[in-house]
Each structure stands twice: as structure tokens, then as C-alpha cells.
């Protein structure tokens, strides 16, 4: 959503509008009538079938707690274009909730658009969210070891940099990546705060829209962001590993590469 279509919505009551930045930058200003939730405290690297359960028990307690619901047009905005937003749209898109957009270019944008911003703070609504969790657009450890067991049919993306990703970078017990993925950068994604237009996407993202594509990170934020992009290019089976590397790289009964993949 741009932030003029943003701004002709702001005031309806339908309107949910989620400001997902650390506390101390909505403190300081942020769009009028939003409320906020660091959403960055709320990941999640266990994908077992009690983890999920669990995840799905405090998921939904979560967005109860900031007011969703079913009739509500659901909004997040980080600094740009950015993770934390877009973690915001695929959990809701995971609890069936399909009213729900980010802000393109985020607050930045806002800013240079000259629209007003805000320093009071607006507390929560309390709802009883009950979203019925779509396993369509999350992938499991389990999913992933039988994904990487179909290279022809089942695209992994990892989003993280490039140095994470051929294992100079090590942020678990194991350094490297997925077997069979291959590495977009999710910074790509972006051009001055904003997605970059469809076209340039497209060329970054040249893949079968046909295939099942899965995208990680290091603990499915970034990755998130990819999975956005891949919703706006149309593909129709697109997936998000939760636990991505936070829980894979932690698992030494899992496998991984570090050599590079073109």
C-alpha cells in the first residue's frame, strides 16, 4: 500500500494501523492513530508439531492483544519496506486473515511524502482473534528435508546476505546453508526504502511460477519480506520456513552446504 492510499484510509474505523518499529521509534513520532508492537520480539525457531501448536496458541494471543479481527483492514509499517512489516502481513496471511497490506517504503516514505506524523501513544483494543492457521504458506523442518529432495518442483530461497549464506558469516552452530537453496538477498528487494518495481523483481526472481518456492532466513523475517515479493509476482505457491536458520543451523542432525549455487 503507498502511503497516499494509506493516508486517504486513515480515521476509518475499520482500520488497524500496526507501527512495528522498536517502542523508542514510535515514541518519538509515528503515523497518526497507530499503535505498536515490536514485532522483532516475537520469533519463533521450533517447527516441531507441539512447537507449532504452541506458536499458533501465542500467535493468536498476540494479535488478539492489538486488536485483530475479522472485519478489520490490517496495516503494518516498519522504517522502509521492510522485515518486521513484512512479518506482520505473511502471520496474518498464515491465520487466514487476508485483509492485510504493509506500507511501501515505510515511515521514511511517510516523512518525505510530507504527511503528518504523531507523538501520542494509542493503547490496545483487545479482540478474540481466532484465525484458522493455512499450512499452505508455512514450511516445517520436515517440509524443508523432503523439499530438498525435489530440486525439479520445489525452489528454496535463502534471503539472508551472501556471507551468511556461503558459511563466513556463522550465526549458529552450523555455518552454510539449506541443501539445493539459492541465494537472493532480501536487501535486493529494495530501492531508495521502497520495493523496487515489478519488472526489476521479476528479473530478480526469474523462477517457474509454477514450482512450490520456500524462503528462510535466520529466523523468518527477512524472509518474509521475500515471501511478499513473491505473493506481489504472483506466485501461487509460496512458503515461508518459520524456523529458518535459527532452528536449521542449530540441528546437527540436519544437513547443510557451503559451497555457492548458481
Known amino acids: 500500500m503507498s502511503a497516499p492510499e494509506l493516508r486517504r484510509m486513515l480515521g476509518n474505523r475499520n482500520l488497524l494501523l500496526v507501527d512495528t518499529r522498536p517502542f523508542s521509534s514510535y515514541a518519538d513520532s509515528h503515523i497518526p492513530g497507530a499503535v505498536n508492537i515490536d514485532l522483532m520480539q516475537f520469533h519463533w525457531i521450533d517447527t516441531s508439531k507441539q512447537g507449532m501448536a504452541q506458536f499458533n496458541k501465542q500467535a493468536t494471543l498476540l494479535l488478539s492483544n492489538i486488536g485483530v479481527s475479522k472485519d478489520k483492514m490490517v496495516v503494518f509499517y516498519d522504517d522502509v519496506s521492510g522485515s518486521s512489516a513484512a512479518r506482520g502481513v505473511w502471520l496474518l496471511l498464515y491465520f487466514s486473515h487476508d485483509k492485510v497490506a504493509m506500507l511501501d517504503g515505510g515511515f521514511n516514505k511517510w516523512k518525505a511524502e510530507g504527511f503528518k506524523t504523531e507523538t501520542k501513544t494509542h493503547p490496545f483494543v483487545h479482540s478474540n482473534f481466532n484465525g484458522k492457521p493455512d499450512p499452505r504458506i508455512l514450511a516445517d523442518f520436515s517440509h524443508i528435508k523432503s523439499a530438498i529432495k525435489k530440486k525439479k518442483t520445489v525452489i528454496i530461497i535463502d534471503a539472508r546476505s551472501k556471507e551468511e549464506y556461503d558459511g563466513s558469516a556463522v550465526r549458529a552452530a552450523h555455518a552454510g546453508h539449506i541443501p539445493t537453496a539459492i541465494n537472493i538477498d532480501w536487501k535486493d528487494n529494495l530501492e531508495q526504502d521502497a520495493f523496487k518495481s515489478l519488472d526489476k523483481l521479476e528479473q530478480m526472481y526469474k523462477i517457474p511460477k ?10 523468518g523475517y527477512r524472509a518474509a519480506n521475500s515471501f511478499v515479493v513473491l505473493k506481489m509476482l504472483g506466485f501461487k505457491n509460496a512458503r515461508m ?16 552446504e557451503t559451497s555457492s549455487r548458481k
Open 210 to 219: 509454477d514450482v512450490e518456492v520456500i524462503t528462510y532466513c535466520q529466523g
Open 241 to 256: 520456513y518459520l524456523g529458518s536458520w535459527g532452528e536449521w543451523g542449530n540441528r546437527l542432525d540436519l544437513p547443510v
